[in-house]
């Protein structure tokens, strides 16, 4: 993910620097460093994890815990077989937001 992409995700899904560094568990600080793409003239990479959790939060998922979403199978889910899960495992965020902005 580039830094333009990170800021686009930010605006897209309307949410100020301080509420993306919120979600994503990090400083305000680091989410304009992310967007800058530099940090004291050095470059900065976002890493691979707060690019998914940017998926997820694009999605509409603000948490997870671990069961397989849409059908996907987890080696936890197989041992896990014979218990009675939720049928909701992950907490969506408000409804429509990522909907609103998956279409453009």
Known sequence: MDPQTFKDWRKGLGLK???AAEKLGLKKRVIQYY???????KKVEIPKSIELACLALALGYESYDGRA????????DQA???EEAPAESVIPLQAGRAGENAEG
């Open 35 to 41: 967007e800058k793409g530099a940090r004291d003239g």
């Open 80 to 82: 896990a077989d014979d």
């Open 69 to 76: 979403i849409n059908g996907a199978s987890t080696k936890h």
């Open 17 to 19: 620097q301080k509420e």
